[in-house]
């Protein structure tokens, strides 16, 4: 009970290890190309969490500007992937993640 | 200002966002993922202002919840829903991802179980009131190259979108 209310970075650890697990879930079985790309922005939230809780324990803002430059790596991914997602939409008519598989064997 | 209640803000927000976040995953309509998921940053922003870090969580709810979901919300918008609403929710290979999902979640357990404690806490009393200052100053003094190869990474980023989503170049 006393671990429950005094809140330490580990709580903020268990939690983005959750949110982490949620994204994973998502991309491996979702079908739908939009639902994974924004399951990768859960999972690049959950590090962000991690990123800033650690600045936190540590008392600097290292690890706050380190989740910044996440933040913008995050819009740069996200652009670049919608992109390419239209020019997939465009091509086979579809957002189905099965349809992908022109580098299969 | 010292913090209030801070195992009932902090219980409630990671609610939210586990609940969110597992409405992102399991909602068929990606409309209501993306609100799940704009929920879901919200109230991260509002974890980063338990952990003082004003900035990051304004950085996040004007790029993330303001910027990235527009732009979701806009491609959803493009490519046509009613189809893909009508068909399966989870892909072929949806039991090997669960597997391994599962295989992962264990892993995070067995290194909670194992390596508890392995995070002391510091006595961290000082309480920041010059956080943004202290952002922008490591921003554009130590960090300085990482922020220009930031920006010409939104460059090739932006180039890329383009190039990507336009029908003749």
Redesign the interface.
């Known amino acids: 009970m006393e671990s429950m209310l005094h809140i330490t970075t580990l709580h903020y650890l268990v939690l983005g290890a959750a949110l982490f697990l949620l994204g994973v879930i998502g991309v491996l079985t979702r079908r739908n190309v939009v639902i994974v790309l924004m399951s990768i922005e859960l999972i690049l939230n959950a590090v962000n969490l991690n990123l800033v809780a650690f600045s936190r324990l540590w008392g600097g803002v290292h690890g706050q500007i380190f989740a910044i430059f996440v933040i913008t790596d995050a819009a740069a991914e996200a652009a670049v992937g919608l992109g390419i997602l239209i020019a997939f939409f465009r091509n086979k008519e579809t957002v189905n993640i099965d349809e992908v598989h022109l580098l299969k064997w | 200002m010292a913090p209030v209640a801070?195992?009932f803000f902090?219980y409630m927000l990671?609610g939210i966002?586990?609940i969110g976040?597992?409405l992102?995953?399991t909602r068929k309509n990606?409309v209501h993922?993306?609100l799940a998921?704009i929920t879901?940053?919200l109230a991260?922003a509002a974890?980063?202002l338990m952990?003082?870090?004003p900035?990051?969580a304004g950085?996040?709810i004007i790029?993330?919840a303001g910027?990235?979901m527009v732009?979701?919300l806009f491609?959803?918008m493009?490519?046509?829903?009613d189809?893909?609403a009508k068909?399966?929710?989870?892909?072929?290979?949806?039991l090997?991802?669960?597997v391994?999902?599962i295989a992962?979640?264990g892993l995070?357990v067995a290194v909670?179980i194992k390596g508890?404690n392995i995070?002391p806490?510091?006595a961290?009393s000082?309480i920041e009131n010059d956080?943004t200052q202290?952002?922008a100053t490591?921003?554009y003094g130590q960090?300085m190259f990482?922020f220009e190869i930031?920006s010409l990474?939104?460059l090739?980023?932006?180039i890329?979108?383009?190039?990507?989503?336009k029908?003749r170049i």
Do not use: C, D
């Open positions: 801070t195992p902090f990671s966002m586990l976040g597992i992102v995953i990606p993922s993306a998921l879901v940053l991260q974890i980063y952990l003082y870090a900035f990051v950085v996040q790029l993330y910027g990235i732009l979701f491609v959803i493009l490519v046509n829903i189809r893909a068909e399966r929710t989870f892909n072929s290979q949806w090997v991802g669960s391994a999902a992962l979640g995070f909670y508890n995070f806490e510091h961290l000082v956080n202290k952002v490591m921003l960090y990482a930031a990474l939104l090739v980023a932006i890329g979108a383009v190039v990507m989503a029908k």
